[in-house]
């Protein structure tokens, strides 16, 4: 159970590797794809295009990518204590008997 927990762990911290380098080149890439699009479809650069498009990629940074992150680190959290959780509800189960486990259950 703990090489389980331990590996999620390591898990985890990989996924935070690869959203901190997301989130750091995240703006550039989207920039570059949209200037090769435009590039490629002979559209001409309108500056205010680029500082509303620019805008809205900032505020999709901050919004999206770090709440991803939040996500996925509760739900990795989750699935390695998920075990110790399960075995804690039926140890309560056995000395107490299931009406106990119910009450907490709809509280």
């Keep these: ?3 389980r927990e331990i590996s999620q762990c ?3 911290l990989l996924l935070d590797c690869v959203q901190t380098l997301l989130s750091h080149t995240f703006i550039n890439v989207a920039f570059l794809l949209m200037y090769t699009t435009m590039w490629s479809f ?5 500056t205010k295009f680029f500082a509303v498009s620019m805008c809205m990629a900032n505020h999709l940074r901050v919004n999206v990518v770090f709440q991803f992150t939040v996500a996925v680190r509760n ?3 989750y699935m390695a204590a998920q075990k110790r959780i399960q075995v804690d509800l039926n140890l309560l189960s056995y000395l107490f008997g299931q009406k106990y486990i119910s009450d907490i259950s709809s509280a």
């Design 75 to 77: 739900f990795v959290n």
């Design 42 to 46: 002979d559209i001409q650069f309108d």
């Design 1 to 3: 159970m703990i090489r």
């Design 10 to 12: 390591a898990f985890r």
